[in-house]
């Protein structure tokens, strides 16, 4: 008889029977940055050997498989898919995601998941509300007389003169420009302190609209690759379905006909970020990648830079790489900042 059950991998040997059984599936990335984030997992056993197995990490499920060798497989793989949406509308969660191969989208949307974006190497798929539909449905939307029409994704981790140069440069040439803020959470500065220090940072901006990217402008980082072989392919799937959710979706939406991108001097990831957006969404929107501003002294005004800045206590050096409203927010909380650097909290990164 077969029975859900949960399975605790902090016990060596369930973690070694869950991790041997998801290698016979094919999946057998088992990093610290696609185990960590987990909340729980379930197994379906059969004459006590696991036959399907599922996870949650937060609303996104992970490590999803049925065993190939079940003559009812397909059935396997419903009652764990069900059982987790079941568990995440008992804690109020009523939307999902689910991060897969492309071979796997059919079986996804037959039990009610609705296709975002997918690429060669992995698709991105979600259920329940409120949907990609519904955020777009309370963005304001453009005047007829507003032809031209752009956008910016941007962390803002914190927001720099870097960013509001890139910004005003984007209100000068357009009739409208959305700034989406990422709403990723594995931040210094949290997704409601950069969304607010963007909006105080352009409010004399009046053709500026800040918006949370809410759970859309995913940052490309944070999205699962546990299934994927290779890092080359890792980058590129993530770059891709970042690119193909806003050009299937938030394009035509917004009636978007420019995205602006800032130069990317020291990252080699976003590098390759901004050619994949560039490649994806050429055919449908411009992709104008600015250089970004630089100091008097050369060097590139940089989050990371204002970041260090304050990790080293030299809060009144992040005046000169900061607007106004940015240099006060910090100031009132570096006590704030400075603790959460001291409990582990990652200052690297752009």
Same mark, same amino acid.
């Given at each position: 008889?077969?029975?859900?059950?949960?399975?605790?991998?902090?016990?060596?040997?369930?973690?070694?029977?869950?991790?041997?059984?998801?290698?016979?599936?094919?999946?057998?990335?088992?990093?610290?940055?696609?185990?960590?984030?987990?909340?729980?997992?379930?197994?379906?056993?059969?004459?006590?050997?696991?036959?399907?197995?599922?996870?949650?990490?937060?609303?996104?499920? #992970?490590?999803? %498989? /049925?065993?190939?060798?079940? =003559? @009812?497989?397909?059935? *396997?793989?419903?009652?764990?898919?069900? &059982?987790?949406?079941?568990?995440?509308?008992?804690?109020?969660?009523?939307?999902?995601?689910?991060?897969?191969?492309?071979?796997?989208?059919?079986?996804?949307?037959?039990?009610?998941?609705?296709?975002?974006?997918?690429?060669?190497?992995?698709?991105?798929?979600?259920?329940?509300?409120?949907a990609i539909q519904d955020y777009l449905?309370?963005?304001?939307?453009?005047?007829?007389?507003? #032809?031209?029409? %752009? /956008?910016?994704?941007?962390? =803002? @981790?914190?927001?720099? *003169?870097?960013?509001?140069?890139?910004? &005003?440069?984007?209100?000068?040439?357009?009739?409208?420009?959305?700034?989406?803020?990422?709403?990723?959470?594995?931040?210094?500065?949290?997704?409601?302190?950069?969304?607010?220090?963007?909006?105080?940072?352009?409010?004399?901006?009046?053709?500026v609209v800040v918006l949370s990217g809410?759970?859309?402008?995913?940052?490309?980082?944070?999205?699962?690759?546990?299934?994927?072989?290779?890092?080359?392919?890792?980058?590129?799937?993530?770059?891709?379905?970042?690119?193909?959710?806003?050009?299937?979706?938030?394009?035509?939406?917004?009636?978007?006909?420019?995205?602006?991108?800032?130069?990317?001097?020291?990252?080699?990831?976003?590098?390759?970020?901004n050619q994949v957006l560039q490649r994806?969404?050429?055919?449908?929107?411009?992709?104008?990648?600015?250089?970004?501003?630089?100091?008097?002294?050369?060097?590139?005004?940089?989050?990371?830079?204002?970041?260090?800045?304050?990790?080293?206590?030299?809060?009144?050096?992040?005046?000169?790489?900061?607007?106004?409203?940015?240099?006060?927010?910090?100031?009132?909380?570096?006590?704030?900042?400075?603790?959460?650097?001291?409990?582990?909290?990652?200052?690297?990164?752009?």
């Amino acid at each position: 008889m077969e029975q859900i059950q949960d399975l605790f991998l902090r016990i060596p040997r369930v973690r070694k029977d869950w991790q041997s059984f998801l290698i016979k599936m094919g999946i057998d990335s088992f990093d610290d940055s696609e185990l960590l984030p987990i909340d729980e997992v379930i197994g379906i056993f059969a004459d006590n050997h696991l036959v399907a197995t599922g996870s949650l990490a937060g609303n996104v499920l #992970k490590y999803i %498989a /049925a065993s190939s060798e079940s =003559a @009812n497989s397909a059935s *396997l793989f419903n009652q764990i898919v069900s &059982e987790l949406i079941n568990r995440l509308r008992q804690r109020g969660i009523y939307h999902a995601f689910v991060f897969t191969k492309p071979q796997y989208i059919q079986s996804f949307e037959h039990v009610g998941f609705t296709l975002l974006a997918q690429s060669t190497n992995g698709a991105l798929l979600e259920v329940g509300s409120p949907a990609i539909q519904d955020y777009l449905a309370q963005i304001k939307k453009p005047r007829p007389s507003d #032809k031209k029409v %752009a /956008a910016i994704v941007m962390n =803002a @981790n914190p927001f720099t *003169l870097g960013h509001r140069y890139l910004v &005003e440069k984007a209100a000068k040439e357009n009739d409208l420009v959305y700034v989406f803020v990422v709403s990723e959470n594995q931040a210094l500065f949290s997704s409601q302190e950069r969304l607010g220090l963007v909006k105080a940072g352009t409010k004399d901006l009046e053709n500026v609209v800040v918006l949370s990217g809410g759970a859309y402008m995913v940052s490309y980082a944070t999205f699962p690759a546990y299934f994927i072989k290779s890092q080359d392919q890792v980058i590129d799937y993530q770059t891709t379905l970042d690119a193909r959710i806003f050009g299937n979706w938030i394009v035509p939406a917004l009636r978007i006909n420019k995205r602006y991108l800032g130069s990317e001097p020291l990252s080699h990831t976003t590098n390759i970020y901004n050619q994949v957006l560039q490649r994806e969404l050429a055919s449908e929107i411009n992709v104008e990648i600015i250089d970004r501003k630089r100091q008097p002294d050369g060097e590139v005004y940089s989050a990371r830079i204002v970041r260090e800045m304050i990790a080293q206590g030299d809060i009144e050096a992040t005046q000169a790489l900061v607007p106004s409203s940015t240099y006060s927010f910090i100031k009132q909380h570096q006590t704030i900042l400075l603790e959460r650097i001291k409990e582990g909290q990652k200052i690297d990164g752009n």
